[in-house]
């Protein structure tokens, strides 16, 4: 079966610390590639994506990531952490021309301030 | 713009009552989806409508959720028989329903059945 994997349940981290969340995926094939954070008590908001083209995608508020085909991955990354981003973070993961995103369970991390 | 929009914010019900679930997407979207997130758990697809196609039902757990999309816009996912286990956050998203789409999420419903 289909399935995103986040390494990572709780991460964390003291404010100024670099950053890396992890994301594996079992598709063969083409695929869109999202990161999505659910700040506390707010929504899920879209961090970034990749559709195509290059492979290192940069989001909002600092974060990037990078998708490695041969690695079946697309790792979150941010070099310096704020407290603020304070969240949960889900990778999301559908293969082109299929709707339907396949969630990994996501990660809390929790930055000290 | 105004986003996508869900009510109510909390439900609390009784085991085997019946509750519906309200979604208004962002205008313009075509497409909506439901999912369901239990505690400490990934998003769960539900069920997914593309303008006037059949939705695509899938994700349905059992026959006692359904869900309805009138006019194109506001839908409604109904679960009927309330169990303990359907306690969890219910959320709806939008999108523009292209390819490739990025989808836009509600605040979503927490439910609670005792």
């Known amino acids: 079966a289909q399935s995103v994997s986040q390494h990572n349940h709780h991460v964390i981290l003291s404010e100024a610390a670099s950053l890396e969340l992890g994301c594996n995926y079992s598709?063969?094939?083409?695929?869109?590639l999202f990161w999505y954070v659910q700040y506390p008590g707010q929504h899920l908001q879209l961090l970034l994506k990749?559709?195509?083209?290059d492979p290192l995608v940069k989001g909002i508020k600092g974060f990037e990531a990078e998708f490695i085909k041969s690695k079946f991955s697309f790792n979150l990354r941010k070099p310096s952490v704020q407290w603020s981003d304070t969240a949960e973070y889900f990778c999301?993961?559908?293969?082109?021309?299929?709707?339907?995103?396949?969630w990994g369970a996501g990660t809390k991390l929790i930055i000290k301030p | 713009g105004a986003g996508v929009s869900q009510s109510p914010s909390n439900k609390v019900t009784e085991k085997g009552k019946d509750v519906e679930l309200r979604c208004d997407p962002i205008s313009g979207h075509t497409a909506l989806y439901w999912y369901r997130q239990r505690l400490g758990q990934g998003l769960e697809f539900l069920i997914y409508f593309q303008g006037n196609s059949a939705p695509d039902k899938s994700g349905l757990p059992s026959d006692r959720f359904s869900a309805e999309r009138t006019g194109g816009s506001v839908s409604t996912l109904t679960i009927q028989r309330t169990q303990q286990e359907d306690s969890a956050v219910y959320l709806c998203?939008?999108?523009?329903?292209?390819?490739?789409?990025?989808?836009?999420f509600g605040p979503g419903t927490r439910l609670t059945v005792l």
């Open positions: 998203a939008s999108s523009l329903g292209i390819d490739p789409d990025t989808q836009y």
């Open positions: 598709y063969g094939g083409t695929v869109n």
């Open positions: 990749y559709f195509s083209g």
């Open positions: 999301a993961v559908n293969k082109k021309s299929n709707y339907q995103l396949i």
